[in-house]
């Protein structure tokens, strides 16, 4: 006879078990087997499983690492602030010296309005009267940052059915944007897994396999630098009036990788030409950097040495899990029924442990074939 038993994943590890089986033909013989797996799950200090404990030391790093950052921005910045806020109290007692007819009242007045009209993406700089905020160049510029979850903030809505539209917006469009973007990547991955190839086809006998993808990592990483930072950030330095090369490649980098401070904007200085054609541009520009970025992370991450999320992972626990809700028809796929299907998942496969009956456990005459019994 022959059992089928069907494990949900590649990373689950099963103790090693006996099966006691019952044939229906006979009273109740006993057959036993051992499926022989990988080792249990080690274990780490006090009974904590060692993905736990390695992602609470994780998570430890972590903080240091964020007040590391908090200590080092604050030694940084704060003499800058400083030295700002003592230069802008000069330039104010200067004003009002060399204008008597001015109050101090009007002039904070003034400087409330300008404030206030700057946070909401309309600067006093000599273009009041220019170009508007929302041309369609503009507007498709701020619908990108929006969708791509850029998110700028230097222009936002005015008025409140607007405010309302651009959440309404953003939930649909963002969903759209990584489906759009999970679809681009995924046809990006068919050229580069040719280059992997071609890789291995040439240095596969001087390299290891490791080494081989290092090298097929760094030629993306290479690429994106070069390609959506470097020569970029070339051209806004060359196009934008009041960026350096620093301030360009910054702009480039915290664009691409989402964060999106808002303090460099292509396109608004008052004196630059075609600025809706250049705000269209530069949208297209983000789109193409932002894909080439996901794919270069899909590159990364499809390397185990340098995944170290796989130290946290727990995946055995979450596996049989996921196995328990799809049997019960709560599933985490859409559309799965309420019979659990291991063929469907892709990371499944097929143990087939045989068992000799016992000979007083022979099938009788009519059971010509034998039965085939599926271990839920």
């Given at each position: 006879m022959v059992y089928r038993y069907y494990q949900g994943a590649r990373q689950n590890s099963i103790s090693n078990a006996s099966l006691s089986i019952e044939n229906p033909s006979e009273k109740t013989p006993l057959c036993t087997t051992t499926i022989s797996t990988r080792d249990n799950e080690e274990r780490g200090y006090c009974g904590i499983c060692r993905p736990t404990l390695l992602f609470c030391l994780y998570l430890i790093c972590y903080a240091i690492f964020l007040i590391s950052g908090a200590a080092v921005f604050n030694v940084l910045e704060a003499p800058e602030e400083e030295s700002l806020i003592l230069r802008l109290r000069t330039v104010r007692q200067q004003f009002l010296v060399d204008n008597p007819g001015v109050s101090d009242d009007a002039l904070e007045t003034l400087i409330s309005e300008v404030v206030r009209a700057s946070n909401r993406g309309v600067s006093a700089v000599r273009n009041v009267s220019g170009e508007p905020n929302w041309s369609f160049g503009q507007s498709l510029f701020f619908s990108s940052t929006v969708i791509t979850t850029i998110g700028y903030g230097h222009v936002t809505p005015l008025s409140r059915t607007g405010k309302v539209f651009c959440v309404l917006y953003a939930m649909a469009g963002i969903p759209l944007t990584l489906v759009l973007l999970s679809a681009l990547v995924e046809r990006l991955l068919v050229p580069t897994i040719w280059f992997l190839q071609f890789l291995n086809s040439r240095l596969g006998h001087l390299y290891q396999?490791?080494?081989?993808?290092?090298l097929h990592l760094s030629v993306m990483v290479l690429f994106l630098i070069t390609f959506f930072m470097l020569i970029p950030a070339a051209v806004f330095a060359a196009?934008?009036?009041?960026?350096?090369?620093?301030?360009?490649?910054?702009?480039?980098?915290i664009s691409l990788t989402t964060i999106g401070l808002g303090d460099y904007i292509p396109g608004d200085s008052p004196e630059q030409p075609h600025r809706p054609v250049y705000k269209i541009a530069t949208t297209g520009y983000l789109f193409l950097g932002i894909t080439f970025m996901m794919l270069t992370l899909a590159v990364f991450y499809?390397?185990?040495?340098?995944?170290?999320?796989?130290?946290?992972?727990?995946?055995?626990?979450?596996n049989s899990e996921k196995v328990h809700l799809a049997g019960a028809g709560l599933g985490t796929q859409y559309g799965v029924g309420s019979v659990y299907d291991p063929q469907c998942d892709e990371n499944t496969h097929r143990h087939v442990v045989r068992v000799r009956s016992r000979r007083d456990d022979s099938p009788s005459p009519e059971e010509t074939v034998p039965k085939d019994f599926r271990l839920p």
């Open positions: 396999p490791l080494n081989i993808r290092l196009v934008e009036p009041d960026w350096d090369y620093l301030d360009a490649f910054y702009y480039c980098f499809d390397i185990p040495q340098l995944n170290i999320g796989l130290l946290f992972s727990t995946s055995d626990d979450v």
